[in-house]
């Protein structure tokens, strides 16, 4: 494979280094928010993404991945689909239906919300892994 | 209550995919024995399925407690079950046979996994933008499990089928859009009402029917939308080409019949004459143009391809007729050809890994060196021409049946013709099988020890062909006894 | 012809939408690379995403965010139906170049011309 130059730019890092924060910050906001206004877990998942993004565009995908830890992202992944499914299947016994978020004892609203957290996570976790896969040049399959 | 495990036999194989990749940080072969686990307990919450559909009928989960026309709904009838019943059991077969044969890796049980969610999903669902959604799933994963051989063509193999089948998801797409914009609902049953409000003949309606077809063509792989098969067949591992081969193709022709049975009611058939003609005749230019191109191959695994295209044109032309007994026909050949081509690439991977043998002049003297594979890929192959009184007979002869009560008897002849261009390509292979010059043809793959890859053929993929040749025979009486139960007469509503 | 001219001005999310599947189905046919196959995929794809949104358009109306005294709402499900359908687009891209990636690997080359006889001599 053709190894890709990396150039060290004072500017990019300082850059990076100031929004990366924000940018995570309007993540979370834009994941939170999903049912009043544009956003919801999708976005707000690759919007995330896009702050593990800059920063390896800045430092280097190596030493990203050193840094975001390969366990933290599968822990991301798998957690946000296990306990999606555990929200999906926990309403059968409450209301009869799947996903049936209205019967349980929780207010309806933090209920949406952390299924559009949940959400979040597994797209954050799984565009990461993929980003992280397809720039080493994809080693194994 | 029953009716809540309809979702939540979609979700146990989805939930259990994400364990092996989080286990492949502390143990490596973990994959096959959580696949284990969780299919057995699909293959129970069928089972109880199964039993409530004989109780109540037809079943139906509203998902979210939303209310029919505006959520999403699961819903299981008589065209469903068979289809659910074959693939919580194929699933568990092919589980056996990649124990050994297959890739173990982690990640390959975790796309096992959801590849079964994605199929359970495209059965369970009545509604069209969730079936999309269950097509694209299934299709994703299909296209990463060919992707899982060795070497670089099934890569490519792969990439080809990506393209090919996305372009038939999004041409279905356009469908329901179309149909969508036409009526205002997704739902399944409430589209079928409003299809018929609309008016059968209207443009819009006869587009969306167009595009939804020509997509759902491209899944199934009907004659000339094919391409992808053979290559994508050819180059998977023998384990996945079985499972893709059984079921991806099957599912997809099931929600064909779906879509064209149950939401463009046969009254939509019968207000365009010329659509049916249309459906007929694709379906029988497919079964001639398998069977043609079948027996010019010479690789064993493209001319199980090719005559997989054949046999879902004979259940595009059941479909296409669209009364309770070519429909049942039509279900009872897509039963039976899921479990014989799938029996029949796990012999052809047996003939492979144990004797390195995979082209057709090379299976010269086979039954002699591995009698009961042989045997059992006689008998799986006998079936395919339709000898009764196995499972490939009884279909083909409600096909045919249905057509000569519809007053086409001309189809009845097309598929009698396939009878005799199936016997053309499959009396060659079981007469080298047996008849053939003993020894002289085989490869020159080292043979001591196990021909291809190191793999060693166990008991337990010997009896599990022998067990599916054995299941096709008995299936064929057992099939004509259950066509009461699955009262398609009501899934049509005639 | 005026008829033809005049829907052909007030619809032109339709005109784009079947111009945008042209240009996709024609890349995927001609191009040689295979990365721009999967572009022409992308486009095509893009073209029917755009054609569901525009038949969610309505003039004058509002959001689908029931307020007090609010005017006519925007159905929901088309916008919904796309955000979908645009998750589906990215996971079939991201496999895409995925297998792509292994391909350069084996074979050292893009080219459709060149894989066929590559594969061929195999």
Sequence with gaps: ?141 | MTDALLGVVIAVPVLASVVPLIASFWRDKIGWYVALIALSVNAFIVASIVRGFLNEGRLSHEVGGVSVPYGIELALDGLSVPILVLVALVSLGTLVYTRNAGPRSNSFYSGYLLLTAGLIGVTVTGDVFNLYVFIEITGLTAYALIASGDDGRSAYAALKYLIAGTVGASLYLIGIAYAFVATGTLNMADLSARLAEVGHSDTLVLTSFAFVVAGLGVKVALFPLHTWQPDAYSSAPYGVAAYVSALVSTVSAYALGRLVLTVYTPEFLVSNPVVSSALVYFGALSIVAGSVLAVLQTDVRRLLAYSSVSQFGLVVVAFGIANPTSVFGGVVTLFGHAVVKGSLFFAAGIFAYRLGVTRLDEYEGLARKMPYTGAAFAVLALTLVGVPPAVGFVGKWYVALGAVRAGETSVAVVIFASTLLTLMYVARLVDRMYYGAAGTGTSETAVADGGTGGVCVTYGMVALVVLAAIAVVVLGPVASAVQETLALGEVLGT | MTGIAESLLTQYYHVVFVLLLGIGVYTMIDAKNLVKKIIGLNVFQVSVFLFLVSSGYLEGAEPAIVKDGGGPYVNPLPHVLILTAIVVGVSLTALALALVVRVYQEYGTLDEEHLQEVMSDD
């Excluded at chain 1, 877990?41 to 991945?65: C, N």
């Excluded at chain 1, 499914?85 to 996903?99: D, K, Q």
């Design chain 1, 1 to 141: 494979m053709i190894p890709r130059p990396y150039f060290e730019s004072p500017i990019v890092m300082t850059t990076v280094r100031l929004v990366a924060p924000f940018a995570l910050t309007y993540g979370i906001f834009v994941t939170l928010h999903g049912a009043g206004s544009p956003g919801g877990g999708f976005q707000g998942g690759v919007v995330i993404t896009s702050v593990v993004i800059m920063i390896a565009f800045a430092f280097g995908v190596g030493p990203t991945l050193d840094w975001t830890d390969e366990r933290v992202v599968a822990g991301l992944f798998g957690g946000g689909v296990l306990a999606f499914g555990a929200v999906t299947l926990i309403t059968v016994p409450f209301g009869g239906s799947l996903l049936r978020v209205d019967a349980l004892p929780i207010p309806t609203k933090y209920a949406i919300e952390a299924v559009e957290v949940f959400i979040g996570a597994i797209v954050a976790g799984v565009v990461t892994s993929l980003f992280f896969l397809l720039s080493e040049g994809g080693e194994e399959e």
